[in-house]
């Protein structure tokens, strides 16, 4: 029978155990919980026959229940320490996650005479490593779609990390550990002594670089590719490159097709502004109407000579509707409301001065080439 200095003692410790802000519990050697705290009796809402015994499981999450007793037996059975993160449901029906840990307290003999558990609350944790997950999702889903990966390298060190989209543009196994060396072995050797300049200069302590180079997979297979970086200062100090790499092949095999197109001589391709003055046009396009490249320089071409009479409202028409669509929203977000007025006056006066020109310019071409006849 305990003396009464036992049970003072005893009383005291409840005391202690039941008036600091941890959800602590005790257990049998045979798994029985036989004690939890008063913070844990509010946080569930009920009085301790309630959750005594195996009783405590009615307050764990369904999906979390069979994990959890699977484990306890376990560590039961092996005397190591258990520990586990489970949902466990407050007096108000919410369920949060909870990290439990619970070590065995042995005898002289070492066998387990008493097991002491506590919880802590990890729900804004497990939150918060959600909301990670689900943003490294969506960046690793966006890098895929666009072809574009992320890199980080560190010049004093050599350290390189690549995101999951860089390793399937150089097609390497995520288990190779990227360096330099990996990296030039892939881009073509047409292309390797600028790569290594790029490399050199960023080593010497070049604070950005952006280069295109082309890749030679094993298989023989060229991809092209673009890298731009920023140096940035770690928080040891260290000076780190942080960039992206893009497959550009798309676009570089279309932009291939239509150069060749256009070198071949099937098409006429022109640039005019939007007085009707042809600026640029490609070979074929002057061969096409019987000019030269001087008459191009001389600024003597316009579209309006070449189109037919009978077409040239609607082109005009074409013409003036495709201005107003692109100059009415700039004009729209460059001037405030109040100065509205001002900008549609100034923009009637453009208009007017443009139609005075454009009817004075044949009088003016006639000048011109009648001067020149005299000349």
Same mark, same amino acid.
């Given at each position: 029978?305990? /003396?009464?200095?036992?049970? %003072?003692? /005893?009383? #005291?410790?409840?005391?202690?155990?039941?008036?600091?802000? =941890?959800?602590?519990?005790?257990?049998? *050697?045979? &798994?029985?919980?036989?004690?939890? #705290?008063?913070?844990?009796?509010?946080?569930?809402?009920?009085?301790?026959?309630? @959750? @005594?015994?195996?009783?405590?499981?009615?307050?764990?999450?369904?999906?979390?229940?069979?994990?959890?007793?699977?484990?306890?037996?376990?560590?039961? =059975?092996?005397?190591?320490?258990?520990?586990?993160?489970? !949902?466990? +449901? !407050?007096? #108000?029906?919410?369920?949060?996650?909870?990290?439990? +840990? $619970?070590?065995?307290?042995?005898? =002289?003999? &070492? #066998?387990?005479?008493?097991?002491? &558990?506590?919880?802590?609350?990890?729900?804004? +944790? $497990?939150?918060?490593?959600? =909301?990670?997950?689900?943003?490294?999702?969506?960046?690793?889903?966006?890098? !895929?779609?666009?072809?574009?990966?992320?890199?980080?390298?560190? *010049?004093?060190?050599?350290?390189?990390?690549?995101?999951?989209?860089?390793? %399937?543009?150089?097609?390497?196994?995520?288990?190779? $550990?990227?360096?330099?060396?990996?990296?030039?072995?892939?881009?073509?050797?047409?292309?390797?002594?600028?790569?290594?300049?790029?490399?050199?200069? /960023?080593?010497?302590?070049?604070?950005?670089?952006?280069?295109?180079? %082309?890749?030679?997979?094993?298989?023989?297979r060229v991809k092209h590719a673009h890298a731009i970086a920023h140096a940035v200062q770690n928080a040891s100090g260290d000076r780190e490159f942080v960039g992206a790499v893009s497959d550009i092949t798309e676009r570089k095999t279309t932009e291939d097709k239509i150069r060749r197109l256009v070198d071949a001589g099937i098409l006429g391709i022109f640039i005019a502004n939007l007085e009707g003055e042809i600026v640029e046009a490609n070979r074929a396009f002057l061969q096409m109407f019987q000019y030269d490249r001087q008459d191009l320089l001389s600024g003597r071409l316009r579209w309006e000579d070449m189109t037919p009479v009978e077409l040239r409202e609607r082109d005009q028409r074409a013409v003036t509707e495709a201005g107003k669509r692109f100059f009415s929203p700039i004009r729209e977000a460059v001037f405030p409301e109040r100065w509205q007025p001002l900008a549609r006056a100034s923009g009637r006066r453009a208009v007017s001065r443009f139609e005075r020109g454009r009817r004075l310019r044949p009088r003016l071409e006639r000048t011109k080439a009648r001067r020149c006849k005299d000349s």
């Open positions: 029978m305990a /003396s009464a200095e036992e049970q %003072r003692e /005893s009383l #005291n410790i409840q005391l202690l155990v039941d008036s600091i802000p =941890a959800l602590i519990h005790t257990g049998r *050697p045979d &798994g029985y919980l036989d004690y939890f #705290n008063k913070p844990w009796l509010t946080y569930f809402g009920v009085t301790l026959d309630k @959750v @005594v015994g195996w009783n405590w499981t009615a307050v764990i999450h369904p999906e979390d229940v069979e994990g959890i007793l699977a484990q306890w037996q376990a560590c039961l =059975a092996s005397g190591e320490t258990f520990e586990y993160e489970s !949902r466990v +449901r !407050r007096a #108000n029906g919410e369920y949060r996650w909870m990290f439990h +840990r $619970k070590v065995p307290l042995r005898d =002289a003999d &070492g #066998n387990i005479v008493k097991w002491y &558990g506590s919880s802590l609350d990890i729900d804004e +944790r $497990k939150a918060a490593e959600q =909301a990670l997950r689900s943003s490294e999702a969506y960046l690793a889903e966006a890098q !895929r779609l666009s072809h574009t990966g992320s890199f980080g390298w560190r *010049p004093d060190t050599g350290e390189i990390a690549w995101s999951d989209e860089t390793y %399937r543009i150089f097609e390497y196994d995520r288990s190779v $550990k990227p360096t330099i060396d990996s990296v030039v072995q892939r881009v073509h050797p047409q292309d390797r002594a600028d790569f290594k300049e790029v490399v050199d200069r /960023s080593l010497a302590g070049a604070t950005d670089f952006e280069h295109t180079y %082309r890749l030679l997979l094993p298989d023989g």
